[in-house]
């Protein structure tokens, strides 16, 4: 059928319309390589500036993150990333030693952040529990979150979602952005596998 000019198109109605495909996000999550620091770099300094989901009130350079990077590696605990089908990096997650002392070296501390307009489709569920599942296979016992108490919401739901209970709160005990934040402990224990070598031994 041919149109001429000044014709309407007919338009069907709306329960006849095809049904667009859903937008598919797509990602994949792998070890964090030299290359990704840079990005890391922009979306934690990023949170720095703009909000108090992380409590470091200043900006991190290259530097800070190559030692970071160095030190998971010579630990053997996990830094994982999140990309693109096209590499662009879209957050990223990491375990870090809970304290310094022997005692404490089957727990860890998780951290995880996404970069803007990654939130709100599954992508921080998915790198948790990567998180999670390379621990487990570390031998780790216990992983530990330390969130604000103030704005982090997402956060706290994220990880109410995989399985971490609260633990503890503690008032006011950090100053930014002209007022007081506290900030909460959730703790998950994990299921180490069995026959493997604790994060940081020798081999």
């Keep these: 059928m041919q149109f001429e000019p000044g014709d309407r198109r007919r338009v069907l109605p709306r329960h006849l319309r095809p049904t667009p495909a859903p937008e598919v996000f797509s990602f994949a999550i792998r070890p964090v390589e030299a290359a990704d620091l840079p990005h890391i770099r922009e979306i934690y300094d990023h949170f720095v500036r703009n909000s108090v989901v ?12 190559r ?23 879209l957050g990223f997650a990491l375990a870090q030693p ?31 529990q990567a998180l ?23 956060s706290v739901r994220l990880h109410a979602r995989l399985g971490f209970e609260e633990a503890g709160r503690t008032g006011r005990v950090a100053h930014r952005f002209g007022r007081d934040i506290g900030t909460l402990y959730m703790k998950r224990r994990l299921r180490p596998a069995k026959g493997r070598r604790l994060f940081g031994s020798a081999r």
Excluded at 98 to 126: C, F, H, Q
């Design 132 to 154: 999670i599942d390379a621990c487990e296979q570390l031998g780790i016992r216990e992983m530990v979150a330390v969130i604000s108490d103030s704005q982090a919401d997402a």
């Design 98 to 128: 809970w304290a310094g002392g022997n005692a404490y070296r089957y727990t860890v501390e998780d951290s995880i952040y996404l970069g803007p307009g990654a939130g709100g489709k599954g992508l921080g569920t998915a790198l948790l």
């Design 67 to 89: 030692d970071k990077f160095t030190l998971l590696n010579r630990l053997r605990l996990p830094f994982l990333v999140a990309v693109s089908p096209g590499g662009a990096v």
């Design 54 to 65: 992380t409590l470091d009130a200043h900006t991190r350079g290259i530097p800070h993150w």
